[in-house]
């Protein structure tokens, strides 16, 4: 799973749902440990240069694995969430991320670059 997230995401504009653009990142970037003991880092970009970044891990709840966020910085619209814990539905493989919208069987996608 660690493997699979390292790197850059794009939206998909053709994918998912009109309330992707509006309340998903336009790109999401993961990084890898820089060193044994360190917490990874994430970027997000939404559209209108808003963003936010910090460190990511996943959590074992039930049988589910889930990707964790840690806001540690932000621009002026996303500040509120400094100091929380962001607990996302994103699920990881082929090449892209996904996060359920409008439905069961739609998805917003952002998939790796190259």
Known sequence: MDQQIIGRFDRNAEAGCQSCATRGPLWMEF?????????????FRFDGEERHSG????????????????????????????????????TVGSGAMREPCEGLLRQCRWERRP
């Open 31 to 43: 990084d890898a440990p820089v060193s044994a003991g360190a917490s990874p880092r994430y970027r």
């Open 55 to 90: 460190t990511y891990q996943f959590m074992s709840l039930d049988t589910n694995v889930t990707l964790t966020l840690f806001p540690d910085s932000s621009s002026l619209l996303y500040s509120d969430l400094l100091g929380e814990v962001l607990y996302t539905q994103y």
